[in-house]
Nanobody, 124 residues
């Protein structure tokens, strides 16, 4: 069983950058594909990015491609999301998720474990 704890959110201005981190417990982190999702008030949780268990494959939502970068360090049991050129529409609570498969998914129901989230607020 994995436990996930996100950090790094905050209040920033449009155009700024942030780095979100997700620390995972357990010795089997390297077998999990990882994902980042976000949820704005009144909206459904949506896919942001995913990375395979090995770190060799990544995928992004169209809305963040070219601005956000997902990475992982299996030796440290962490996955990160670098957010650049932030926009007000990126404002949401960001969640880290783990999938007990080697390849990630863009679908919420494909993930087995979730963190509590970290808030990102982008002012215009």
């Amino acid at each position: 069983q994995a436990q996930l704890v996100e950090s790094g959110g905050g209040l920033v201005q449009a155009g700024d950058s942030l780095t979100l981190s997700c620390a995972a417990s357990g010795r089997t982190f390297s077998i999990y594909a990882m994902g980042w999702f976000r949820q704005a008030p009144g909206k459904e949780r949506e896919f942001v990015a995913t990375i395979s268990a090995s770190g060799g494959t990544t995928a992004y939502a169209t809305s963040v491609k070219g601005r956000f970068t997902i990475s992982r360090d299996n030796a440290k049991n962490t996955v990160s999301l670098q957010l650049n050129s932030l926009k007000p529409e990126d404002t949401a609570r960001y969640y880290c998720a783990a999938r007990n498969r080697p390849i990630g998914s863009e679908w919420v129901d494909q993930y087995d474990y979730w963190g509590q989230g970290t808030q990102v607020t982008v002012s215009s």
